[in-house]
C-alpha cells in the first residue's frame, strides 16, 4: 500500500482551534477566510498552537491514532508568523562573503532556477504534479546565497530578460522577498517559506490564454477579470501538493490584495492581509514597474520607489514601504548609473552612513563612447569627485549590459 493510500484509511477528525493539543497530528487546517491548507506535522510545543491561533486558523484536520506517536519530536510544520514578528535567530548571522566570491555561484544559481521555473510552467502545461522537492531545494540555496552576500542574486535580478518575463519576474520577487524578509530580522526558517512562496506567487499565470498575457493593448474588462483569476488558479495548484506550506500558499493568496480593500481576490482591508501578504504585494508591485512588459517599458528604482510612496498608506503598508526602500538602498545593486563625468557603471555596494554615496564599478565612458578599464570607486570617499547624474538604461547608450555586467563582476 502506497503512503498516499494509507492517508487515505487513516481515520480523521475535525476539531477547533481551542481543542488543539500538543502531539496532535496535524493533516490540514483552514484559516478565518475557509481557505483550506494541506499541511501536515505534529504540534510539538504550545507556542506552534499561539502561532496558528495568530494566523487565524479556525478549524484543523487531526489524525487521532497518530497522537501519542512522535510527541517530543520536533515539528515538521512550518512556523506560521506571530503577531509580536520573529526575533532574529542565531541561524541569521552567517558570515557575509564578497561579492566577487558569491557572484558565480549566484549566477548558476540563477540560472538553475530559470530552468526549473521553466519545467514548472511545462509540467503545469502537462498536467503533471509540481516537482515540489526540487522547488524547496532550489528557494532553500537562494536564501542561503542571500545569507552568504545578498548583492549577488541582487544583482542578478536586475539583467531582465524580455523574453523569460514570467520565470524572471517570479524568480526575481523570491530573491526581492528574500532580502527583505532579512532586513527585517526574521527568521531564516520562515524566510525559507516566504522565498518558496515568492516563487511560487504567480504559478496560476501559465494557465491564463497567451493572447491575453501578451497582448499589448489595455484588457477588457472580461480579460482583465479573466487575468484575476491566476490567483485562484495558483491556489488550486498548490493545494495538490500537500507538501507546500502553509504560509506559501497565503503569500499567493494575498499578493494582490491591498489595504484599502481594492485588491483581489477578496477583497481584505487593513489587518486581514497578513504582514507576509502585504510584503509581497510591495516586493510584486516594485518588480513590475521595474520590469519591461509587452504592454509598457520598465521605470528606474527611485521612480518605482516614489510610487509605492504615493500609494501609502491607502494601497500599500506604509512602514513596510519604508523599510523596503531603505533595505535596497536609493540605488539598488545592480543599478545602471551615469556619473558627472560622464563614467557609467553600475552600483555594486551600498552605503548605509551615506546612501547616496554607494560604491559604483565603472566601465564605459560616454564621452569617448569606448570602455575603460573596470575599476571599483567608493562614492564617499573624498578623492572621488564623481557623483550619480542619474539612473539610466541601457538602450540609451546602445550597450550590452549583460556582458559589461559579466565582465565586471563574474569573469
Same mark, same amino acid.
Given at each position: 500500500?502506497?503512503k498516499?493510500?494509507?492517508?487515505?484509511?487513516?481515520?480523521?477528525?475535525v476539531?477547533?482551534? #481551542?481543542?488543539l493539543k500538543?502531539?496532535?497530528?496535524?493533516?490540514?487546517?483552514?484559516d478565518?477566510?475557509?481557505?483550506s491548507?494541506?499541511? #501536515?506535522?505534529?504540534?510539538?510545543?504550545?507556542?506552534?498552537i499561539?502561532?496558528?491561533?495568530?494566523?487565524?486558523?479556525?478549524?484543523?484536520?487531526?489524525?487521532?491514532?497518530?497522537?501519542q506517536?512522535?510527541?517530543?519530536?520536533?515539528?515538521?510544520?512550518?512556523?506560521?508568523?506571530?503577531?509580536?514578528?520573529?526575533?532574529?535567530s542565531?541561524n541569521?548571522?552567517?558570515?557575509?562573503?564578497?561579492?566577487?566570491?558569491?557572484?558565480k555561484k549566484?549566477?548558476?544559481?540563477?540560472?538553475?532556477a530559470?530552468?526549473?521555473?521553466?519545467?514548472i510552467?511545462?509540467?503545469?502545461?502537462?498536467?503533471?504534479?509540481l516537482?515540489?522537492?526540487d522547488?524547496?531545494?532550489?528557494?532553500? *540555496?537562494?536564501?542561503?546565497?542571500?545569507?552568504?552576500?545578498?548583492?549577488a542574486?541582487?544583482?542578478?535580478?536586475?539583467?531582465?530578460?524580455?523574453?523569460?518575463?514570467?520565470?524572471?519576474h517570479?524568480?526575481?520577487?523570491?530573491?526581492?522577498?528574500?532580502?527583505? *524578509?532579512?532586513?527585517?530580522?526574521?527568521?531564516k526558517?520562515?524566510?525559507q517559506?516566504?522565498?518558496?512562496?515568492?516563487?511560487?506567487?504567480?504559478?496560476?499565470?501559465?494557465?491564463?490564454?497567451?493572447?491575453?498575457?501578451?497582448?499589448?493593448t489595455?484588457?477588457?474588462e472580461?480579460?482583465?477579470?479573466?487575468m484575476?483569476?491566476h490567483?485562484?488558479?495558483?491556489i488550486?495548484?498548490?493545494e #495538490?501538493?500537500?507538501s507546500?506550506s502553509?504560509?506559501?500558499?497565503?503569500m499567493?493568496?494575498?499578493?494582490?490584495?491591498?489595504?484599502?480593500?481594492?485588491?483581489?481576490?477578496?477583497?481584505?482591508?487593513?489587518?486581514?492581509?497578513?504582514?507576509?501578504?502585504?510584503?509581497? *504585494?510591495?516586493v510584486?508591485?516594485?518588480?513590475?514597474?521595474?520590469s519591461?512588459?509587452?504592454?509598457?517599458?520598465?521605470?528606474?528604482?527611485?521612480?518605482?520607489?516614489? *510610487?509605492?510612496?504615493?500609494?501609502?498608506?491607502?494601497?500599500?503598508?506604509?512602514?513596510?514601504?519604508?523599510?523596503?526602500?531603505?533595505?535596497?538602498?536609493?540605488?539598488p545593486?545592480?543599478?545602471?548609473?551615469?556619473?558627472?563625468?560622464?563614467?557609467?557603471?553600475?552600483?555594486?555596494?551600498?552605503?548605509?552612513?551615506?546612501?547616496?554615496?554607494?560604491?559604483?564599478?565603472?566601465?564605459?565612458n560616454?564621452?569617448?563612447?569606448?570602455?575603460?578599464?573596470?575599476? #571599483?570607486?567608493?562614492?564617499?570617499?573624498?578623492k572621488?569627485?564623481?557623483?550619480?547624474?542619474?539612473?539610466?538604461?541601457?538602450e540609451?547608450?546602445?550597450?550590452?549590459?549583460?556582458?559589461?555586467?559579466?565582465?565586471?563582476?563574474?569573469n
Amino acid at each position: 500500500m502506497t503512503k498516499k493510500e494509507n492517508n487515505l484509511t487513516e481515520a480523521s477528525k475535525v476539531i477547533s482551534i #481551542e481543542q488543539l493539543k500538543v502531539g496532535m497530528y496535524i493533516k490540514s487546517f483552514s484559516d478565518s477566510s475557509n481557505l483550506s491548507i494541506k499541511s #501536515e506535522g505534529y504540534i510539538s510545543c504550545e507556542e506552534q498552537i499561539t502561532q496558528l491561533q495568530n494566523a487565524r486558523v479556525t478549524t484543523l484536520v487531526i489524525i487521532p491514532e497518530k497522537q501519542q506517536q512522535t510527541v517530543n519530536l520536533a515539528s515538521v510544520l512550518p512556523n506560521i508568523e506571530t503577531i509580536n514578528g520573529n526575533k532574529q535567530s542565531a541561524n541569521n548571522k552567517a558570515l557575509p562573503i564578497s561579492l566577487d566570491s558569491e557572484l558565480k555561484k549566484a549566477n548558476h544559481l540563477y540560472k538553475s532556477a530559470k530552468d526549473l521555473q521553466s519545467k514548472i510552467l511545462n509540467q503545469i502545461k502537462q498536467e503533471k504534479s509540481l516537482p515540489a522537492e526540487d522547488i524547496q531545494s532550489t528557494t532553500d *540555496a537562494m536564501v542561503d546565497s542571500i545569507f552568504r552576500n545578498q548583492d549577488a542574486l541582487t544583482c542578478l535580478s536586475r539583467l531582465q530578460t524580455k523574453d523569460k518575463q514570467l520565470t524572471e519576474h517570479s524568480l526575481n520577487v523570491a530573491i526581492l522577498m528574500s532580502v527583505f *524578509a532579512k532586513h527585517l530580522n526574521i527568521d531564516k526558517r520562515i524566510i525559507q517559506e516566504l522565498t518558496l512562496g515568492a516563487f511560487l506567487h504567480d504559478i496560476g499565470i501559465v494557465l491564463i490564454p497567451k493572447e491575453i498575457l501578451n497582448k499589448k493593448t489595455v484588457l477588457t474588462e472580461k480579460e482583465n477579470n479573466i487575468m484575476k483569476s491566476h490567483v485562484a488558479l495558483g491556489i488550486k495548484l498548490l493545494e #495538490e501538493s500537500p507538501s507546500i506550506s502553509y504560509i506559501a500558499i497565503k503569500m499567493v493568496k494575498e499578493h494582490h490584495e491591498r489595504i484599502d480593500g481594492s485588491g483581489y481576490p477578496n477583497q481584505l482591508k487593513g489587518d486581514q492581509i497578513s504582514k507576509y501578504g502585504r510584503m509581497i *504585494a510591495i516586493v510584486n508591485a516594485y518588480d513590475s514597474m521595474t520590469s519591461s512588459r509587452p504592454y509598457k517599458s520598465s521605470v528606474h528604482p527611485i521612480n518605482a520607489f516614489k *510610487a509605492l510612496i504615493a500609494e501609502s498608506p491607502d494601497v500599500y503598508d506604509e512602514e513596510l514601504v519604508e523599510k523596503f526602500i531603505q533595505c535596497l538602498g536609493v540605488y539598488p545593486v545592480g543599478t545602471l548609473v551615469k556619473l558627472n563625468s560622464g563614467k557609467l557603471g553600475l552600483i555594486s555596494k551600498l552605503n548605509k552612513k551615506k546612501p547616496l554615496h554607494p560604491f559604483v564599478r565603472v566601465f564605459y565612458n560616454t564621452r569617448m563612447n569606448q570602455a575603460i578599464p573596470i575599476q #571599483e570607486i567608493n562614492l564617499s570617499e573624498s578623492k572621488y569627485k564623481d557623483q550619480i547624474d542619474r539612473c539610466i538604461k541601457p538602450e540609451e547608450f546602445n550597450i550590452n549590459l549583460l556582458g559589461f555586467f559579466k565582465a565586471a563582476f563574474i569573469n
